[in-house]
């Protein structure tokens, strides 16, 4: 969740009114992966927009996000309504020249 305060319970979903952003960590990676991330309901009808594509070498630093200016998700708008959830789609994408 996006902090709201910097108080306890500021990161809070219900504080932050359902938006927050995605942080990847992987503990196993040797190398750059490039990827995009994108948000939906579960289902087939909703309209996945995924952002990135972005390269990321793992074996420098273990998490990674989208660029400051596409880190931001309404996670709201995404939720299933039947079954209060929603999904975060992660599309590892090929290496050209690999």
Same mark, same amino acid.
């Given at each position: 969740? /996006?902090?709201?305060? !910097? *108080?306890? !319970? $500021? *990161?809070?979903?219900?504080?932050?009114? #359902?938006? !927050?952003? &995605?942080?990847?960590?992987?503990?196993?990676? *040797?190398?750059? &992966?490039?990827?995009? &991330?994108?948000?939906? %309901? $579960?289902?087939?009808?909703?309209?996945?927009?995924?952002? $990135?594509?972005?390269?990321?070498?793992?074996? %420098?630093?273990?998490?990674? #996000?989208?660029?400051? %200016?596409?880190?931001?998700?309404?996670? $709201? /708008?995404?939720?299933? /309504?039947?079954?209060?959830?929603? *999904? &975060?789609?992660? %599309?590892?994408?090929?290496?050209?020249?690999?």
């Amino acid at each position: 969740p /996006k902090p709201t305060a !910097g *108080a306890k !319970g $500021g *990161a809070s979903f219900k504080k932050s009114r #359902g938006w !927050g952003s &995605v942080h990847l960590k992987c503990e196993a990676s *040797a190398g750059s &992966v490039i990827f995009q &991330v994108s948000i939906g %309901d $579960g289902t087939g009808g909703f309209p996945r927009q995924p952002r $990135g594509p972005v390269r990321h070498n793992f074996a %420098d630093h273990s998490t990674c #996000g989208l660029p400051k %200016d596409l880190e931001h998700w309404d996670f $709201g /708008k995404a939720v299933n /309504k039947s079954t209060q959830t929603f *999904a &975060v789609c992660l %599309d590892i994408l090929p290496r050209s020249g690999a």
